[in-house]
C-alpha cells in the first residue's frame, strides 16, 4: 500500500491541529486574542475551554524543553536537539503522544480549583490511568501510561491553587508513549493493539481521502486547496448535544459556532465530494427552526441563540447546492427543503413586515450578518435593499421548487410575490444612482460606503441592466489589491480592522462575485476571484482581512473563509478547463 502524503504543513499558531468529528483541538490559542506559551488540549464542549496544558521537558532536568512546532494534517511535534515528542488522533476523542529523548508534562491549564471552576486531578485504580476533569466542559480527560514511566505528579487529589498533573518520561528502552482521551463519566480501560505510526498513516490517509473528494480539481494554480480542505475538515465535530448532525464550525478558535448563514458555503464547497456532509451543512439550522420559522442566530454544542437572526440567503444558497450535488435530491428532500424555505420566507414577509410594507426589515445590524457597517448607523430597525434582494431570489427558489413538486398554483404565487418585492425595492430604494436604507420608525432614507449597500447584485439577471450597470461600477471602487473592502477606504468611517466598517469578508465576495457572473459582468466577476484566492493563498483563512495591507484579522481559521476560496478555485479550474 502507497503511504498517504504527509499533507500541507501549516501553523498551529493560525490553524489548531485537530482531525475530523473531534470536539477538542491542540493549539496556543486559548480564548479570544490570547495565546498561550504552551499548547493546550483546548476543547469545545460547552464553549471553549483550554483544558491540558501540554509541556515539553528536558529529560535531564524537568524543566521547559526549547522546541519548535511542526503540524502536518496527521502528525504534530515538538523538536529539539534532544529529542521529539508527536501527537496524532487515534479517534476523533483520543490523542496518542510518543517521545524519545524529551518528557512530556500534561498539566491541568486552570491552576485554581473551586467548587464550581477548575480541574481535578487524580489516579483511578480501576482503569490505572491519571484523569482530570473539568468543570468547564463536563467532562474527563484520562491519561493512559502505554509505557515509559510517571516522573512525578502534582497536585493529585488537592483543592484549592496549585499545580495539577503528571509528567512522562523514557523507561529502558528510551521511548515513551501515553493516550489521551476525552470522555464522559466511565468506560472501559484504554486498550489499543494499533502502532502510533498506523494511527499516523490512517490519520493521513482519512484527510487524504477527503482532500480527493473536495478537491479533486486542485493543480500547481490553485496552491491553497489542501490547506483550504484541512481547515473545513479538521473543524467538523460528530452530533453531540445540540448539533444533531455532523457540523463544520465556523473555527476551532474561540468562532465555535455554526452561525446561520455562514453554514451555507460550507454546504456549497463540500457538495460535490461530500454530498451527504454538505446537506446536513445546509440542514442543521433548520433542525433547530422555531414556531415562528425563524431560524437561529447560531448554534454550537450546548447553546442555540434566538435574539438575532441572520440573512435569508437559503434559497440562493439552495438553488446552487442542488445544481453541485452529484445526485439530485429526490422528491422527499426537496418537499422538506420547500417546507423549512417556506416558513423561513413568510417569517421575514409577517414578523419582519410592518403592517402595510412592502419590504421586510432588520431590526439591527447583526440581524443581516453586517454587524456593524455604516449602513446602520443613522438608524437599527431599517429596510435594506440586500435584504429584499435575498428575499426575491428566496422566492424564485420556491417557485422553482414548487414546479418540480408539481404545484403549479403555488409556483405562480411565488413568482407573483417576487415580482412585487422587486418592484417595492425598485420603487421604495433605488435612487436612479444607488440603493438607500430606510428607517423604520422615522421613513428617513440614507446612502452609505459601506458594500452592503450594493448586495442587490445578488439579483444577477433579474436586475434591469441599467441598475446592474450602475451597481458594477460603485463595485469597482470597493476593489483594493486584495479584494472587496466592505467600506470605501476613501471613506471617513473606513476602519483597517473595523469587522464590517472596512475589512474584506469572504461571503461578500462569494455572494457578489456569483451576482455579477450572473449579470454578465465575467470580467470584473474574474478579478474578484482571482485577488480574493491569492489573498488566501499569501495569508491564509482568517475570518477576515485588511483590505489595504492584506493580512489576516480575528480568527486565524475560519472555515467559510476556506469553503469560499475552494468554491472559487473550483470555478476558476473549471474555467480554465484544468
Excluded at 106 to 132: C, E, I, K, N
Amino acid at each position: 500500500m502507497t503511504a498517504a502524503r504527509p499533507g500541507p504543513a501549516f501553523s498551529v499558531h493560525d490553524i489548531p491541529f485537530s482531525t475530523h468529528g473531534s470536539w477538542f483541538g491542540i493549539s496556543p490559542v486559548v480564548s479570544e486574542k490570547t495565546r498561550a506559551e504552551d499548547l493546550h488540549l483546548v476543547s469545545h464542549q460547552n464553549g471553549m475551554h483550554a483544558v491540558l496544558r501540554l509541556v515539553p521537558l528536558a529529560t535531564a532536568t524537568g524543566e521547559r524543553a526549547d522546541t519548535r512546532v511542526e503540524a502536518t494534517p496527521g502528525l504534530l511535534s515538538w523538536i529539539s536537539g534532544d529529542g521529539r515528542v508527536d501527537l496524532a488522533y487515534e479517534s476523533p476523542d483520543t490523542v496518542r503522544l510518543r517521545g524519545t529523548g524529551l518528557s512530556m508534562g500534561v498539566r491541568a491549564a486552570a491552576r485554581v480549583l473551586t467548587p464550581f471552576s477548575g480541574t481535578y486531578f487524580f489516579h483511578d485504580p480501576a482503569a490505572d490511568a491519571y484523569v482530570f476533569t473539568s468543570y468547564e466542559t463536563g467532562r474527563r480527560y484520562r491519561v493512559t501510561v502505554r509505557s515509559g514511566t510517571v516522573a512525578d505528579t502534582a497536585g493529585a487529589q488537592g483543592l484549592g491553587s496549585g499545580d495539577r498533573g503528571l509528567a512522562v518520561t523514557a523507561g529502558a528502552d528510551g521511548e515513551w508513549e501515553i493516550a489521551i482521551e476525552e470522555l464522559d463519566t466511565a468506560r472501559p480501560r484504554y486498550a489499543s493493539s494499533v502502532t502510533f505510526d498506523d494511527i499516523v498513516e490512517s490519520a493521513r490517509g482519512a484527510f487524504a481521502a477527503f482532500v480527493d473528494a473536495v478537491a479533486p480539481w486542485r493543480s500547481s494554480a490553485t496552491p491553497a486547496a489542501e490547506l483550504a480542505a484541512y481547515v473545513v475538515w479538521s473543524a467538523t465535530v460528530r452530533p453531540t448535544g445540540l448539533v444533531t448532525r455532523p457540523a463544520v464550525l465556523m473555527s476551532k478558535h474561540w468562532m465555535d459556532k455554526v452561525w446561520s448563514w455562514d453554514h451555507c458555503f460550507n454546504a456549497l464547497a463540500l457538495a460535490p465530494g461530500c454530498p451527504d456532509l454538505a446537506l446536513d451543512q445546509f440542514a442543521l439550522p433548520f433542525d433547530h427552526q422555531d414556531d415562528s420559522g425563524a431560524l437561529p442566530d447560531s448554534i454550537t454544542h450546548s447553546e442555540v441563540l434566538h435574539n438575532f437572526v441572520k440573512p435569508p440567503i437559503h434559497g440562493w444558497a439552495f438553488g446552487h447546492l442542488r445544481r453541485r450535488l452529484p445526485t439530485p435530491p429526490g422528491q422527499e428532500e426537496l418537499a422538506e427543503a420547500y417546507d423549512r424555505l417556506e416558513r423561513w420566507t413568510d417569517f421575514w414577509l409577517t414578523a419582519r413586515r410592518a403592517p402595510g410594507a412592502g419590504l421586510a426589515h432588520y431590526q439591527h445590524g447583526n440581524d443581516s450578518g453586517w454587524d456593524n457597517a455604516t449602513t446602520f448607523d443613522p438608524e437599527r430597525v431599517v429596510v435594506t435593499a440586500d435584504l429584499a434582494a435575498f428575499l426575491v431570489l428566496q422566492l424564485h427558489e420556491l417557485a422553482d421548487l414548487a414546479t418540480e413538486l408539481g404545484r403549479p398554483d403555488e409556483a405562480r404565487r411565488w413568482t407573483r410575490a417576487a415580482g412585487e418585492i422587486q418592484t417595492a425595492l425598485l420603487d421604495q430604494l433605488w435612487t436612479g444612482d444607488r440603493f438607500v436604507a430606510q428607517g423604520v420608525a422615522t421613513g428617513d432614507t440614507w446612502s452609505s460606503s459601506s458594500l452592503l449597500d450594493l448586495m442587490p447584485i445578488v439579483l444577477g439577471e433579474h436586475l434591469p441592466e441599467e441598475v446592474g450597470s450602475t451597481l458594477a461600477d460603485h463595485i469597482k471602487a470597493h476593489l483594493t489589491p486584495y479584494g472587496l473592502a466592505t467600506e470605501l477606504p476613501t471613506s471617513p468611517h473606513y476602519l483597517a480592522d473595523g469587522y464590517w466598517r472596512g475589512p474584506i469578508w469572504a461571503p461578500a465576495t462569494v455572494l457578489i462575485e456569483d451576482g455579477l457572473r450572473r449579470a454578465g459582468y465575467d470580467r470584473l466577476a474574474d478579478e474578484i476571484s482571482a485577488r480574493f484566492r491569492a489573498l488566501c493563498e499569501t495569508h491564509g483563512f482568517a475570518e477576515n482581512f485588511d483590505a489595504v495591507a492584506g493580512t489576516g484579522l480575528r480568527d486565524r481559521a475560519y472555515t467559510w473563509t476556506a469553503s469560499s476560496y475552494l468554491l472559487l478555485a473550483e470555478a476558476h479550474a473549471h474555467r480554465d478547463g484544468r
